[in-house]
């Protein structure tokens, strides 16, 4: 298994815009974490987005101040897994595999002032195969897939 904290970076599109992917490599080989059974999203709306749908100069260092927030709010005791994370389109949504939705939910509202840079919708679903992340490992893994690199 490669390092918890490696990521596998490529380029993809959402709607029609340029979208960039980072998928927590540490998991591919795994068709699941036993005990983490339900997909968290945090889709963060980007505050003054490019025409491209990229966050703005201006907006890169608080866009990772909250998203560090969130990890660090939600992966305390290991109660989550960041897996995944797609920023396009106006948005950054950062996907998670969770112990306990209810827990989730506690911690991301005991943290509203920590992540107030941003706005931001939660969804929480069971999903005991972890397909979303799958889907995206495969096709990272495809010969004709995006551009890809590996980041530590």
Known sequence: ???????????????????????????????????????????????????????????????????????????????????????GNGLRDIFFYAKNPGTVRERISGAKKQLKSHRFQLAIEQEVDWRVYRSFAKMLARPTSPETKTSA
């Open 1 to 87: 298994m490669s390092r918890p904290d490696a990521w596998i970076l490529a380029k993809w599109e959402r709607a029609g815009y340029p979208a960039t992917i980072r998928l927590a490599s540490a998991y591919r080989e795994m068709e699941n974490v036993p005990g983490y059974a339900h997909r968290v999203i945090v889709a963060v709306e980007l505050r003054n987005p490019t025409e491209a749908g990229q966050p703005s100069a201006d907006e890169w260092d608080d866009l990772k101040a909250f998203e560090l927030n969130v990890c660090r709010v939600l992966e305390a005791d290991n109660e989550c897994l960041c897996v995944l994370v797609i920023t």
